[in-house]
């Protein structure tokens, strides 16, 4: 069984449009977050919920915006999409924030996201 | 600000040879150290990690890290390298302060068979 999916796993979109990658765990964890990683396969926080509540949010441009339903699902919507916002985007879930960074987070495949 | 550095960026081995990763940070608070590995179309996944006790780390398939201190280091290592080891490696530190954990930029590991 796949503990985080993300759908879907490839995207290739014109610039100026919309899109979503949605992400689900079914580990039962508290806490989810999305990074990106771009072209040198650096990787970078860009968001984190806990318990649906928004606790890490990085000066991500507010053409993304994450929406958690619940606390199993992590949603990016990306507007406009420019050239630059063309990366590979992971999502992850750990148990808990809170417990001092002892929580392994859990990384779905990843969504590549190319923008022409 | 809190970083991460893994000074190998492209490591080539043959199989059998052993392995050394470098990593590291620059954070005075308490650390927790992680290394990640990404196989070839495959998410990341947990090696190893370190909270504290024993500075030596093992993890799956054979790798140990070892955490000094003194250098700011947690190295990775691995006695002998198998092709199936060929993969993305990535040290991780978690700031307790931000609650974000912190990557280095990956070094890529290629085992010739």
């Known amino acids: 069984d796949t503990a985080v999916s993300q759908t879907p796993k490839y995207l290739v979109t014109q610039m100026g449009n919309d899109k979503s990658i949605k992400c689900e765990q079914n580990l039962g964890h508290d806490t989810m977050y999305w990074y990106k990683q771009d072209s040198k396969k650096f990787l970078k926080i860009m968001f984190s919920?806990?318990?649906?509540?928004?606790?890490i949010n990085e000066t991500v441009p507010n053409r993304f915006s994450p929406k958690s339903p619940d606390k199993a699902h992590l949603n990016l919507h990306i507007n406009s999409l420019e050239l630059g916002d063309s990366a590979v985007y992971f999502c992850?879930?750990?148990?808990?924030?809170?417990?001092?960074?002892?929580?392994?987070?859990?990384f779905g495949p990843g969504t590549r996201l190319l923008v022409l | 600000a809190q970083s991460v550095s893994q000074h190998n960026h492209h490591v080539i081995l043959s199989e059998a040879a052993s392995l050394e990763l470098g990593c590291n940070y620059s954070?005075?608070?308490?650390?927790?150290l992680f290394w990640y590995v990404q196989y070839p179309g495959q998410h990341l996944q947990l090696l190893l990690k370190?909270?504290?006790?024993?500075?030596l780390v093992k993890g799956i398939k054979g790798f140990e890290a070892e955490f000094i201190k003194s250098k700011f280091s947690f190295n990775l290592r691995k006695p002998s390298v198998q092709w199936s080891d060929t993969a993305e490696y990535f040290c991780?530190?978690?700031?307790?302060?931000?609650?974000?954990?912190?990557f280095g930029q990956g070094t890529t590991l290629q085992v010739k068979p």
């Open positions: 991780a530190v978690f700031s307790s302060n931000t609650g974000k954990l912190i």
């Open positions: 919920y806990n318990n649906k509540e928004l606790i």
């Open positions: 954070y005075g608070g308490t650390v927790n």
């Open positions: 370190y909270f504290s006790g024993d500075p």
């Open positions: 992850a879930s750990s148990q808990d924030l809170w417990t001092g960074g002892r929580e392994t987070q859990y």
